[in-house]
């Protein structure tokens, strides 16, 4: 399974961007997705996840009531839209895919190649 994720760029603080990633493969069974962020020095850390079904949504704290993480299995994608954006949000994020339905998901089993976002104050 391969993850390509795009959408990152450059966006005032309290401006939006919508993240996208679409797995390819035909082993791929819309498992649970998620995205993942590593700003510059630090280690990554989830941000977001969402079952096969798309009933089950989780958020870290620091992204609650901003971002938004939904799917369209049709297409074997995953998004994430991000809205009042801050300059700490600054920071590469990847999309993750995993072969289990729902959570908890220890270890996600496979991992896309990054896209930047950078929030300016």
């Known amino acids: 399974v391969q993850l390509q994720a795009s959408g990152g760029g450059l966006v005032q603080a309290g401006g939006s961007l919508r993240l996208s990633c679409t797995a390819s493969?035909?082993?791929?069974?819309?498992?649970?997705m998620g995205w993942f962020r590593q700003a510059p020095g630090q280690e990554r850390e989830f941000v977001a996840a969402?079952?096969?079904?798309?009933?089950?949504?989780r958020y870290a704290d620091s992204v609650k009531g901003r971002f938004t993480i939904s799917r369209e299995n049709a297409k074997n994608s995953v998004y994430l839209q991000m809205n009042s954006l801050k300059p700490e949000d600054t920071a590469v994020y990847y999309c993750?895919?995993?072969?289990?339905?729902?959570?908890?998901?220890?270890?996600?089993?496979?991992w896309g190649q990054g896209t930047l976002v950078t929030v300016s104050s």
């Open positions: 993750a895919a995993d072969r289990n339905y729902g959570f908890p998901v220890d270890e996600f089993d496979y």
């Open positions: 493969g035909r082993t791929f069974n819309h498992g649970v």
């Open positions: 969402i079952s096969r079904s798309g009933l089950d949504r």
